[in-house]
């Protein structure tokens, strides 16, 4: 495909859903200028993707009736979002800090599986008598969440700073990317 050519927008399947979006049109002479790509999923097969990793968490410190595991699963992007919107607090003007105040309970709240349906097994309810729990037990299924969610003091630390970030402040570059996102612990 020679670049010096403008794209061209051919047929009525080819309008920018979003036309406040600045960026070129898909289609170039009547072909995808992704065409030559293999590989590239699409909006379904993202869509498709609903499985998050979990993993099964002894917890000595809530056994009942010989029972004592727990399903600690991933956080999705919105419980994810939530959690850091519970826990990300301003404290007036641009100051932002870390409300760590049933932070724990917060995050296993939104982790913890019902073995029966494989919904969450609390509610915002619940998040009083969470954190009224064993901190050893709670400190453990927190990590676990942690891990599985990629979420750690750098992803928070990360978050808090691009939040803190004015239009005008310099270090505020905007990537094509999207780099500017939070990064993944490992």
Do not use: C
């Not at 050893?136 to 969610?149: N, P």
């Amino acid at each position: 495909m020679d670049s010096d050519e403008p794209f061209t927008v051919q047929g009525p399947d080819t309008q920018d859903p979003d036309p406040g979006e600045d960026r070129p049109p898909a289609r170039k002479n009547g072909e995808s200028r992704f065409a030559g790509i293999t590989g590239l999923l699409t909006r379904g097969q993202i869509q498709n993707h609903t499985e998050l990793a979990y993993e099964i968490v002894e917890v000595p410190e809530w056994e009942t009736e010989g029972a004592s595991k727990v399903i600690v699963q991933e956080l999705s992007a919105e419980a994810r979002d939530s959690w850091e919107a519970q826990t990300i607090t301003s404290t007036g003007g641009k100051t932002l800090e870390v409300n760590m105040a049933n932070a724990r309970a917060k995050l296993v709240r939104l982790s913890i599986l019902d073995p029966a349906d494989g919904m969450l097994l609390f509610s915002e309810d619940d998040i009083a008598s969470l954190g009224r729990l064993s901190g050893a037990a709670m400190q453990r299924v927190f990590e676990i969440s942690t891990k599985l969610s990629k979420l750690g003091k750098e992803d928070i630390e990360a978050l808090v700073k691009g939040l803190e970030q004015t239009p005008d402040d310099d270090s505020n570059t905007d990537s094509p990317s999207g780099s500017d996102a939070p990064a993944a612990s490992s």
